[in-house]
T-cell receptor, first 112, second 114 residues
Framework: KQEVTQIPAALSVPEGENLVLNCSFT??????LQWFRQDPGKGLTSLLL?????REQTSGRLNASLDKSSGRSTLYIAASQPGDSATYLC???????????FGTGTQLKVEL | EAQVTQNPRYLITVTGKKLTVTCSQN?????MSWYRQDPGLGLRQIYY???????DKGDVPEGYKVSRKEKRNFPLILESPSPNQTSLYFC?????????????FGQGTRLTVV
């Protein structure tokens, strides 16, 4: 059974820092990996989708990498801002491809 | 604007009173699914649909029903809600299944069953 773990569970950084969020998964037979952010009381916003054949994707200040063989993905946030404060979730489509298995999330707080 | 719309956003109901949470997407997506989010358990899939009239169980289907009569709509039905179904519910859609395309999520429905 696929298990997705995110470390750290919570992170507090000062504004302007570059930071890395980690995601690991136990079964490397995935179709893709998707990073989301979730704001309190709101839905999930898609940040980046990495296909299984890709190694990384970039969008603005965000860069996500994928290493299928080691079962790891990282989300790099450059020059963090208070508006980046949210919970970040990674999710993988398993071999069957019919569902996303979510990680436990990293709660990020960027302070002024 | 491309979006997944859930209604209602908030709902408080009593045990046993049937309810429906609606989900609609305007992106002509084939694949739709429902998740629930609980503290300490994360998001878990309830049901999914590969296309019109094609639905299947996810990881936690007990106590729920779904239907897919039209491509854009995928309602979640609780025939006899119980307090253990108190949760935050999300509807999601994507152009195709199997993760080939990005998944889009609705804003969530916070359900409380008393």
């Amino acid at each position: 059974k696929q298990e997705v773990t995110q470390i750290p569970a919570a992170l507090s950084v000062p504004e302007g820092e570059n930071l890395v969020l980690n995601c690991s998964f136990t079964d490397s037979a995935i179709y893709n990996l998707q990073w989301f952010r979730q704001d309190p009381g709101k839905g999930l916003t898609s940040l980046l989708l990495i296909q299984s054949s890709q190694r990384e994707q970039t969008s603005g200040r965000l860069n996500a990498s994928l290493d299928k063989s080691s079962g790891r993905s990282t989300l790099y946030i450059a020059a963090s801002q208070p508006g980046d404060s949210a919970t970040y979730l990674c999710a993988v489509y398993e071999g069957g491809g019919n569902k996303l298995t979510f990680g436990t999330g990293t709660q990020l707080k960027v302070e002024l | 604007e491309a979006q997944v719309t859930q209604n209602p956003r908030y709902l408080i109901t009593v045990t046993g009173k049937k309810l429906t949470v609606t989900c609609s997407q305007n992106m002509n997506h084939e694949y739709m699914s429902w998740y629930r989010q609980d503290p300490g358990l994360g998001l878990r899939q309830i049901y999914y649909s590969m296309n019109v009239e094609v639905t299947d169980k996810g990881d936690v289907p007990e106590g729920y029903k779904v239907s897919r009569k039209e491509k854009r709509n995928f309602p979640l039905i609780l025939e006899s809600p119980s307090p253990n179904q108190t949760s935050l519910y999300f509807c999601a859609s994507s152009y195709r299944p199997r993760g080939n395309t990005e998944a889009f999520f609705g804003q969530g429905t916070r359900l409380t069953v008393v």
